[in-house]
């Protein structure tokens, strides 16, 4: 059973305009455990669209207690955007037993602000984002996420921050809670 979800756009930096993907997760309830979930589809159904997610290729992160599983990546191609509107989920669990939940997602079609910028140079970080929540999003010299700072101002001292010192390089993720948008650049190095 699907008892709860949600949708999320994001807008990834690209060279010539921003990619739109979505992030879709599911809080997923099942009697035998999510062990026992093999597929999970997103379908449009206006626009007959459909998105397949094996338990090999979602993503299964537990927060406060809740098991959630899903994608950062449903997309259609390179240059369109997303559909918006109602969207049916439909989870399979290994018995071929299914269960199935409505959502709809009005985020705006065009973005309701322009693309943020970060800037890191002599140890200063410099943001110009309109986003309402904006955060550096920490990555390690292998690329692996090991710390998110919370920016309070929009320009600083990167050591003010609080970052670990394995941090290698950082990006900003800039978001719109109201509307479950957000927009990601590309990193830039720290030190």
Same mark, same amino acid.
């Given at each position: 059973m699907i008892s709860f979800g949600f949708i999320e756009l994001v807008y990834y930096q690209s060279n010539e305009k921003p990619l739109e993907r979505f992030s879709f997760f599911i809080i997923p309830e099942?009697?035998? &455990?999510? @062990? #026992? =979930?093999?597929?999970l589809y997103l379908y449009h159904?206006?626009?007959q669209l459909r998105w397949h997610i094996t338990s090999d290729d979602w993503i299964s992160y537990v927060q406060d207690g809740t098991t959630w599983i &899903?994608?950062?990546?449903?997309?259609?191609?390179?240059?369109e955007r997303l559909p918006r509107g109602q969207f049916r989920a439909v989870l399979v669990n290994? &018995? &071929? @037993?299914k269960s199935e939940r409505n959502f709809t997602f009005d985020a705006p079609e065009e973005p309701r602000f322009p693309f943020p910028t970060l800037e890191i140079s002599a140890g200063r970080y410099t943001v110009d984002s309109a986003y309402p929540q904006n955060r550096l999003v920490c990555y390690d010299e292998q690329g #692996?996420?090991? *710390?998110s700072a919370n920016l309070t101002s929009l320009s600083g001292a990167v050591a003010d921050l609080g970052i670990p010192s394995q941090a290698r390089t950082? /990006? =900003?993720? /800039? @978001?719109?809670?109201?509307? *479950?948008?957000?927009? *990601?650049?590309?990193?830039?190095a720290l030190r």
């Open positions: 099942d009697e035998d &455990g999510v @062990e #026992n =979930l093999d597929e159904d206006r626009n &899903g994608t950062r990546s449903i997309a259609i191609d390179e240059n290994k &018995g &071929g @037993e #692996n996420y090991v *710390f950082a /990006a =900003l993720w /800039a @978001e719109d809670t109201q509307y *479950f948008t957000s927009a *990601f650049t590309y990193v830039a």
